[in-house]
């Protein structure tokens, strides 16, 4: 068992030592990696020419971005990305806390400006007030 923990230790620090200097990992890159694995999966059951070049050419995009020394470029391309991808990550997010929360609490949108509100289940009918912009509005929790 030791010997597996050396080997890991030496394995990281070589990864380490050969990522100094580079972009590394960022959101930008996950996403490309995982879009690459997901069509790497459809492609092995409809073998299409296109979806094969695609999941190639992002998994190559996404090394390529990794391995980079060009880090101010990488970074604005980042920065591009996450600007344009906010929304659905917001959506995401609050997708994410309503499953943790499910049993306990209720989430809801201000109607005027979209501030996500977090009310306790089980309730009846309550008016909610937004904190940011003290709208009022009735809803069922």
Request: hydrophobic residues 40%; charged residues 25%; positive net charge.
């Amino acid at each position: 068992m030791d010997r597996i923990k050396q080997f890991q230790y030496r394995l990281q620090l070589q990864l380490a030592q050969m990522l100094y200097g580079r972009n590394g990992v960022d959101a930008f890159a996950k996403t490309c990696n995982t879009t690459a694995i997901i069509l790497m999966f459809i492609n092995i059951f409809f073998n299409n020419v296109v979806i094969y070049f695609m999941w190639v050419g992002l998994a190559a995009y996404a090394i390529f971005r990794i391995f980079s020394k060009n880090i101010p470029k990488r970074y604005a391309e980042n920065q591009k990305f996450l600007e344009l991808t906010l929304v659905p990550r917001k959506r995401m997010n609050l997708v994410k806390l309503q499953w943790r929360d499910r049993s306990t609490s209720r989430y809801y949108m201000c109607t005027k400006c979209h501030q996500q509100i977090r009310v306790p289940r089980g309730k009846g009918r309550i008016e909610i007030r937004c904190p940011k912009c003290s709208n009022r509005f009735i809803k069922k929790t």
